[in-house]
Each structure stands twice: as structure tokens, then as C-alpha cells.
Nanobody, 125 residues
């Protein structure tokens, strides 16, 4: 069993930054790819970023490329999402997810077996 707990969300003005954290407990997560997703009100859940088991490979949604950075610290069993130059369109509940595999899935989310409860990010204009 794995538990994922997100933190770091909040209210920020446009152009500001936030760093989200996803702390994993239970089964070792260092062998698995991890990802971040988000869901805005009235919209479907959308992929944001992913990284493979070693952190050597990353993938981003076009909408966040150059602004967001995903990283991991396996000594802390934690995955991060550094979000810079935030826009009102980034407002959403952000979720982290653990993959069943060490590599990034061709369809992010399809192989995710554990999800966090989410953390709210609100960007004001």
C-alpha cells in the first residue's frame, strides 16, 4: 500500500511561484515513475508533468513547458513540482500519481496505481 500526500498549494498572484510536494509512504517509490495532474473546475483531469524512476527523463504538458519543473528526492520519498510564472489558467486542484512502471507512460495516467488527495492552487489576476 502506498499513500501520497500533496502539500504546498495556496493562493498566489499571477506571475508568482509555488512549489508543490508529494510525500510518499509505504512501499518504496524510488523504482517508479511519478507524475502530476491537475483538474480545474468543470474540466477533466489533465496531465501536467512526469519523470521516470531515476529522474533523468521528464515530460511536460505544452501549457507548462518552460514554467514548471518536476523533480524527485528519493531520500525523502518526495516528488516536487516547481511552478513559476503562474497564470490564472493554472488554477486547479493538483494531484500526484505513482506509476506501476519505472518509465514514463506513453499515455500518462493510464498506468498510475496510486493517487494523492490533491492540493488547491489558485492564481489571481
Amino acid at each position: 500500500q502506498v499513500q501520497l500526500v500533496e502539500s504546498g498549494g495556496g493562493l498566489v498572484q499571477a506571475g508568482g511561484s509555488l512549489r508543490l510536494s508529494c510525500a510518499a509512504s509505504g512501499r518504496t517509490f524510488s523504482n517508479y515513475a511519478m507524475a502530476w495532474f491537475r483538474q480545474a473546475p468543470g474540466k477533466e483531469r489533465a496531465f501536467v508533468a512526469a519523470l521516470n524512476w531515476s529522474g533523468s527523463l521528464t515530460r511536460y504538458a505544452d501549457s507548462v513547458k518552460g514554467r514548471f519543473t518536476i523533480s524527485r528526492d528519493d531520500t525523502k520519498n518526495t516528488v516536487y513540482l516547481q511552478m513559476n510564472s503562474l497564470k490564472p489558467d493554472d488554477t486547479a486542484v493538483y494531484y500526484c500519481a505513482k506509476s506501476r512502471n519505472p518509465y514514463i507512460s506513453g499515455i500518462p495516467g493510464r498506468d498510475s496505481d496510486y493517487w494523492g488527495q490533491g492540493t488547491q492552487v489558485t492564481v489571481s489576476s
